[in-house]
Nanobody, 115 residues
Framework: QVQLVESGGGLVQAGGSLRLSCAAS????????MGWYRQAPGKQREWVAS???????RYADSVKGRFTISRDNAKNTLYLQMNSLKPEDTGAYYC?????????WGQGTQVTVSS
């Protein structure tokens, strides 16, 4: 059974940092693109960043220069280092892996940035 478990969320002041982790189990995702999404209250879920098997990454314009996505294939774990956090970064953050046949999501971890 595939599971994605996020951790590392919390409450932080504007300008602070958090590091999110997503531990995958039940399947090896080293060849797949992995990504982070977030959803603010009352808004649609939006893409934040993604990384492919060669560790090439892409970012939404809103987080570019502040967030860094990385992966450790040996640990089957995805990370998101978030610096210079802003109140508009507040939301539930979800880990995602989309394969040719399935789309996997974690349960989410809450990030709250106070002004």
């Amino acid at each position: 059974q595939v599971q994605l478990v996020e951790s590392g969320g919390g409450l932080v002041q504007a300008g602070g940092s958090l590091r999110l982790s997503c531990a995958a189990s039940g399947r090896d995702f080293s060849i797949n693109v992995m990504g982070w999404y977030r959803q603010a209250p009352g808004k649609q879920r939006e893409w934040v960043a993604s990384i492919n098997s060669l560790s090439r990454s892409r970012y939404a314009d809103s987080v570019k220069g502040r967030f860094t996505i990385s992966r450790d294939n040996a640990k089957n774990t995805l990370y998101l280092q978030m610096n210079s956090l802003k109140p508009e970064d507040t939301g539930a953050y979800y880990c995602n892996v989309a394969t040719a046949s399935d789309d996997y999501w974690g349960q989410g971890t809450q990030v709250t940035v106070s002004s």
